[in-house]
């Protein structure tokens, strides 16, 4: 594992302890020599993150789509920047640099994307560690709502696995070095279409 796709608040957030977890998480990442992958913002948590990373000398890798860079939401002091045409190729670029995902506390894209990367997970798309850094009891709603979805039976018990979650840094870390998944009762290459496969049945 080498670089870590960190998700996070565009905004700060009211509780401090949200802007603790992210400076701690740069700091454990950089002290470990992980780099990190983010959404290549100057603002907010991912701000808060990236300088971490770069004030501890780590790396720290931006992508972010034309449209937000020329808004200045852009940090313009990252070890490597990457612009993209829009938000399915930045999270495709993300995803490609990435051998693991963590989400900070932040709002629908940050919720979006660590669906998104579990929701692959699912379908044996990947194999990455996947994490919530769960500050000041963040992500508490979202892991019951991910065992109101086990109890209902819309999530298998066992994809309960797919990611792990602690209030710190440095012991979410070394569970992503441990991290091993849950074997995937959908597999991907089984659903995808073939080359060559007629498209009617």
Same mark, same amino acid.
């Given at each position: 594992?080498?670089?870590?796709? %960190?998700?996070? *608040? !565009?905004?700060? /957030?009211?509780?401090?302890?949200?802007? #603790? &977890?992210?400076?701690?998480? @740069?700091?454990?990442?950089?002290?470990?020599?992980?780099?990190? %992958?983010?959404? *290549? !913002?100057?603002? /907010?948590?991912?701000?808060?993150?990236? #300088? &971490?990373?770069?004030?501890? @000398?780590?790396?720290?890798?931006?992508?972010?789509?034309?449209?937000?860079?020329?808004?200045?939401?852009?940090?313009?002091?990252?070890?490597?920047?990457?612009?993209?045409?829009?938000?399915?190729?930045?999270?495709?670029?993300?995803?490609?640099?990435?051998?693991?995902?963590?989400?900070?506390?932040?709002?629908?894209?940050?919720?979006?994307?660590?669906?998104?990367?579990?929701?692959?997970?699912?379908?044996?798309?990947?194999?990455?560690?996947?994490?919530?850094?769960?500050?000041?009891?963040?992500?508490?709603?979202?892991?019951?709502?991910?065992?109101?979805?086990?109890?209902?039976?819309?999530?298998?018990?066992?994809?309960?696995?797919?990611?792990?979650?602690?209030?710190?840094?440095?012991?979410?870390?070394?569970?992503?070095?441990?991290?091993?998944?849950?074997?995937?009762?959908?597999?991907?290459?089984?659903?995808?279409?073939?080359?060559?496969?007629?498209?009617?049945?």
């Amino acid at each position: 594992m080498k670089n870590i796709c %960190v998700f996070a *608040g !565009s905004n700060p /957030g009211r509780n401090p302890e949200y802007r #603790d &977890a992210a400076k701690s998480l @740069g700091l454990v990442m950089a002290k470990s020599g992980l780099s990190l %992958v983010y959404g *290549g !913002s100057s603002k /907010g948590l991912m701000g808060i993150v990236a #300088d &971490a990373v770069l004030e501890n @000398g780590g790396i720290a890798i931006g992508v972010m789509p034309a449209f937000l860079s020329r808004k200045e939401l852009k940090h313009h002091h990252l070890t490597h920047f990457y612009e993209t045409e829009g938000m399915h190729e930045r999270k495709a670029k993300m995803g490609e640099l990435s051998d693991a995902f963590v989400a900070l506390p932040g709002g629908y894209g940050t919720f979006e994307e660590i669906f998104e990367v579990l929701s692959w997970a699912q379908l044996g798309i990947h194999q990455k560690p996947i994490g919530l850094l769960n500050a000041a009891g963040y992500f508490n709603p979202l892991l019951q709502l991910v065992e109101k979805g086990i109890d209902d039976g819309f999530i298998r018990p066992e994809y309960l696995d797919l990611f792990v979650c602690e209030s710190d840094a440095e012991p979410l870390v070394k569970k992503l070095f441990s991290y091993r998944p849950p074997k995937p009762v959908l597999k991907w290459e089984e659903l995808a279409p073939q080359k060559g496969a007629s498209k009617r049945s």
